[in-house]
Structures are given as C-alpha cells and as structure tokens.
T-cell receptor, first 115, second 117 residues
C-alpha cells in the first residue's frame, strides 16, 4: 500500500514571496506518477503540476516547480511570486503506473497568501 | 483541459431518503471514473472505481449496498446514497481518466455537497 504524507497542515506566505510545500510518500513501486492538486474555496480540484517518476528532471509550470527526490521519496512544491489567488488547499497525490490512475492523496496543506 | 461536471452541486435531504449524484465527462469518453468522499478540512478518500459496463470496485470499508454506483455510458457515472443518514453528510467528488490507463491524467468534477437532516 502507498501512503502520502504532508507534514504542514497550514502555511502562510506574503504576496510575491516564495513558499515550499512538503510531501513525502512511501511505495515499493518503481514507476509512478506524482501530482500536486489545488483545491480553492470553490472546492474544484485543479491539477497544478505532474511528475513522472522515471524522469529525473523536475517538472515546472510557470510559477510552480517541484523538487523531486526519488531516493528520498520526497516531492515538494515551490510556488514563486505568490499571488492572492494561490490561497487554497494543496494536495499531494500518488498513483502507480499500473494502478489505472487510482490516486492516493496526502492530508493536504492549507496555504494562505497574505497581501 | 477536459471537463467533468457533477450534478447537483448541493443537495439537502431528509434522513432515510436516497440521493443520486451524477458525474459527466462533457468532452471526452471516460471508461473509468473514480468517486471520492471528503469530510470538512480533510483529504479525499477513494470510495470506489467505476468502470463503464461493469460493476464498480469498492474500497475496503465502503458499503456497496449503501453507495450504489452505476456507469451506464462512457460519459456518465452515478452515485446513489441509499437510505441516507446524517453521517453520510459529506462532499462527494468524482474524477475521470482521460486517455489510456497509466498516463496519470485525471480531471475532477466540481463536487457535490450532501447534507442529510
């Protein structure tokens, strides 16, 4: 079984600054996908960024980037130039390559961006 | 990206009644959809995997007779909460896979808030 752990229940950051959200996972799989999802107050889950385990290069999407450390089973999300609209719950998620996209979610981190 | 729509977005019902929640993929065909439950300030817990044309696969601890899932077409899966009780009050979210299994591409519906009085 896989587990995903987000050790920071809540975080805050000043607008325009950078914040890093932590995520660790435990699996015996070698090929898998990792995700960060954003859930704003509207509750709609939005994919922020995706990483394929066999790719060593860290994924980036505009202001969002990850630090993927496969050996350490760590997958942190860095948000640069934080904006007020980034305020949301952030969930780290994992799926093995052969699991048909069945996601296991971490407990979430509530991020507040302050003006 | 692909669009997944849920209906209703919010439903209030009396204890003992049944409630149906629909999950539709609007611009793609989804052979597999997933149903999640989310309690306030908590993470998403997978309830079941819905496969078009076959029985759903339920996660351990989820009552299949309580939460009926029907995936009758490639664009629609329904979750029926039968004989709902206040403890069933929760936020229910569906997601659908785009493309073949293993690509990791999932899109989520807007969620449906169920309140059982």
């Amino acid at each position: 079984a896989q587990t995903v752990t987000q050790s920071q229940p809540e975080m805050s950051v000043q607008e325009a600054e950078t914040v890093t959200l932590s995520c660790t996972y435990d699996t015996s799989e070698n090929n898998y996908y990792l995700f960060w999802y954003k859930q704003p107050p509207s509750r709609q889950m939005i994919l922020v960024i995706r990483q394929e385990a066999y790719k060593q290069q860290n994924a980036t999407e505009n202001r969002f980037s990850v630090n993927f450390q496969k050996a350490a089973k760590s997958f942190s999300l860095k948000i640069s130039d934080s904006q007020l609209g980034d305020t949301a719950m952030y969930f780290c998620a994992f799926t093995p390559h052969n699991a048909g996209n069945m996601l296991t979610f971490g407990g979430g981190t509530r991020l507040m961006v302050k003006p | 990206g692909a669009v997944v729509s849920q209906h209703p977005s919010w439903v209030i019902c009396k204890s003992g009644t049944s409630v149906k929640i629909e999950c539709r993929s609007l611009d793609f065909q989804a052979t597999t959809m997933f149903w999640y439950r989310q309690f306030p300030k908590q993470s998403l817990m997978l309830m079941a995997t819905s496969n078009e044309g076959s029985k759903a696969t339920y996660e351990q601890g989820v009552e299949k007779d309580k939460f009926l899932i029907n995936h009758a077409s490639l664009t629609l899966s329904t979750l029926t909460v039968t004989s709902a009780h206040p403890e069933d009050s929760s936020f229910y979210i569906c997601s659908a896979r785009v493309g073949r299994a293993g690509t990791g591409e999932l899109f989520f519906g807007e969620g449906s808030r169920l309140t059982v009085l």
